[in-house]
């Protein structure tokens, strides 16, 4: 007894030490912005891309799709924004006043762990967690919402993974007073249960998906009683309801071109906060990708600086193992729901009927990847890595114990990443500089860091059997 007290005293002891030493390597971590910082505009990428992406395709004519196909699910100015090439779009006065609630959001540099690490790299991570909803998402909510009030809808419907989605856009509609009703993907249902709290707290109404409300559900119910459910799938059964009811339009939390428009303001406001930390150049940008909002929300500016010759960053999205649209998904134009609902979109895909198994990263679980983000890995302006949940989570538990924030599953990913990039800097002795989306919390995510802490935890792979079955479904579209 006596010696274990005397361990925990040496233990104790070199603990102090080393915060000390932390502390005498500077202690503002922090780069915040004023109110009079934020962006004022949101940056278009597709002004500057080399080669224009692939239009969507209406799915009957195989045409390009035009402006009124898109009509009975979106407002006239959201419509507008997914076709627009102009580089920058302002961002109303309304929606500023809005995002002013937690904008801009703190950038950090992450001494404690670099020197957890031993690392002479530099870490800096942008925190979204900040927000009402705890994530990135309403960056995009509250400008969907706000349209949608404008143009006299009263009701949106929508699909979420983990619940961050949900919860931003039950969040933005109560704002703007709009009816919400949310399809949550089943397996995160059951393993988030506050987030359905939090959103029915905004006045939402939840389902898990696969459901018995619609068509869609009821069928894929018949099939498999226990699916787990899908985000394709949660977004085909709020396509359905949406399309029924003329006051009624859908919302999407990633993927268009719009979401990821409305994301830039992260990556803006970061390239004021790395200049005010005195960082001019930035070696490396790393985020978890799942649809890509998050990802292109921080890249896109950092590319258009790369695009001028100001910057050289490589851009590194992480994905998970067990649904790796990116680094093992076919390029191709496929639905971006499993009912086929949608117009097809030319992206990195692991076909529309694939269902990822239950990882604990919900909202990574998506089959396709956003048009923008996959046009810019086809041109190689991007590189992609996928990693398994358990390094991740052992990577999110040395995050948390050095930083202190819990991150949620998600952008665990980006952690495991840049863990493995700063890991690379120790050995070669290269002082780089990396920046880190940290897209959200995890203070919903706890039964998830339980099951990881009791060994719970299995590494999910990328099925082979189901994946070619999905490939299968994918439309042929002679291009």
């Known amino acids: 007894m006596h010696h274990r007290v005397l361990q925990f005293r040496l233990y104790d002891f070199a603990a102090k030490r080393r915060l000390l030493s932390v502390r005498r390597c500077g202690s503002n971590t922090k780069v915040s912005l004023d109110e009079k910082d934020l962006p004022a505009k949101w940056y278009n990428i597709t002004a500057d891309l080399p080669q224009p992406p692939p239009p969507p395709l209406d799915p009957r004519s195989l045409e390009p799709l035009k402006a009124e196909g898109m009509g009975a699910l979106f407002p006239q100015e959201l419509i507008r924004q997914e076709m627009s090439s102009d580089r920058y779009i302002g961002i109303p006065d309304e929606v500023l006043e809005v995002y002013k609630l937690w904008r801009p959001t703190p950038l950090f540099r992450a001494k ?32 969907q919402a706000f349209y949608n009030a404008k143009e006299g809808i009263k009701r949106l419907t929508t699909e979420t993974g983990a619940g961050q989605w949900g919860s931003a856009l039950a969040f933005a509609c109560s704002i703007f007073n709009l009816d919400c009703e949310v399809w949550q993907v089943r397996a995160s249902y059951d393993q988030k249960p506050h987030r359905k709290t939090m959103m029915e707290t905004w006045g939402a109404k939840v389902y898990p998906s696969p459901s018995a409300i ?13 699916c787990p459910g899908s985000l394709g799938l949660a977004i085909s059964e709020a396509v ?20 990821l428009l409305h994301q830039t303001v992260i990556g803006e406001e970061c390239l004021l906060q790395l200049a005010k930390a005195g960082e001019t150049d930035v070696d490396i940008l790393i985020g978890c990708t799942g649809g890509g909002s998050n990802f292109g929300g921080l890249a896109f500016p950092f590319l258009r600086e790369k695009f001028a010759g100001k910057m050289n960053p490589v ?40 269902i990822p198994d239950p990882i604990h990263a919900g909202g990574l679980r998506y089959h396709g990847m956003a048009p923008l983000i996959s046009h810019l ?32 599953p998600e952008p665990t990913h980006a952690i495991a990443a840049t863990i493995r990039e700063a890991e690379r800097c120790r050995e070669s002795g290269e002082a780089k500089v990396i920046v880190m989306a940290l897209c959200g919390h995890g203070h919903f995510d706890l039964a ?5 802490l009791s060994g719970e935890i299995e ?21």
């Open 112 to 143: 404690r762990l670099e020197r957890l690490l031993e690392t002479p790299a530099r870490i800096y991570y942008k925190y979204e967690g900040v927000s009402p909803a705890g994530s990135h998402k309403p960056n995009t909510a509250v400008p």
């Open 448 to 452: 998830s860091y339980e099951k990881f």
């Open 315 to 354: 851009i590194r999205a992480v994905e998970p193992a067990a649904c790796p649209s990116l680094t093992r998904g076919v390029y191709a134009y496929d639905y971006g729901d499993t009912a086929g609902f949608t117009p097809l979109m030319k992206m990195h895909t692991l076909g529309h009927d694939f």
């Open 240 to 259: 359905e309801v949406a399309v029924q009811d003329s006051s009624t339009h859908y919302a999407l939390g990633s993927v268009l071109n719009h979401v």
């Open 214 to 226: 619609t068509a869609t559900g009821r069928k894929m119910l018949a099939e498999d009683p226990n």
């Open 459 to 479: 590494d999910l792979d990328y099925s082979d059997e189901k994946a070619a079955a999905a490939m299968a479904s994918i439309p042929v579209v002679k291009q």
């Open 377 to 408: 890995y086809n041109l190689k302006l991007m590189e992609a890595i996928a990693i398994p949940q358990k390094e991740c989570f052992q990577g999110a538990l040395q995050f948390a114990r050095s930083e202190g924030i819990i991150p949620a």
